[in-house]
């Protein structure tokens, strides 16, 4: 997983986007739930301001039910990152109690935007 990227950062954002999904094979509308993925670790994995721009749109998403991310050791994310998790703290739609960025090139601007 490494090796995730941008692109992959986008079909993450993606799955926690999804507002439902089926319980059982049989995909009736009665038996289908929110999904319930609270904690999710992407250290290391090439992330940028690109991939976390995607992954502020999930977070901010009213079926997203994530509480911890953990995206230390993303160099790429940096001060434009920090900006746009800002944005995405501000908007009020967001359950994410723990925001891990250690590692990520963060200096004083994106320090402040947070």
Same mark, same amino acid.
């Given at each position: 997983?490494?090796?995730? $990227?941008?692109?992959?950062?986008?079909? +993450? @954002? %993606?799955?926690?986007?999804?507002?439902?999904?089926? +319980?059982?094979? $049989? #995909?009736?509308?009665?038996?289908?739930?929110?999904? !319930?993925?609270?904690?999710? *670790?992407?250290? %290391? !994995?090439?992330?940028? !301001?690109?991939? +976390?721009?995607?992954?502020?749109?999930?977070? !901010?998403? &009213?079926?997203? =039910?994530? *509480?911890?991310? &953990? /995206?230390?050791?993303?160099? #790429?994310?940096? &001060?434009?990152?920090?900006?746009?998790?800002?944005?995405?703290?501000?908007?009020?739609?967001?359950? /994410?109690?723990?925001?891990?960025?250690?590692?990520? &090139?963060?200096?004083? *601007?994106? =320090?402040? @935007?947070?």
């Amino acid at each position: 997983m490494r090796n995730l $990227g941008d692109a992959g950062a986008k079909k +993450v @954002a %993606s799955m926690l986007q999804r507002p439902r999904h089926p +319980v059982d094979e $049989g #995909g009736d509308d009665a038996a289908l739930r929110k999904p !319930t993925l609270r904690q999710l *670790e992407l250290w %290391s !994995t090439s992330i940028t !301001t690109v991939g +976390v721009r995607d992954l502020v749109a999930a977070l !901010t998403a &009213d079926a997203c =039910t994530l *509480e911890i991310l &953990d /995206l230390n050791w993303n160099p #790429g994310i940096g &001060d434009p990152g920090c900006v746009h998790f800002a944005d995405g703290l501000r908007s009020g739609h967001w359950r /994410l109690s723990v925001l891990s960025l250690a590692g990520c &090139d963060i200096g004083d *601007e994106g =320090t402040q @935007a947070i």
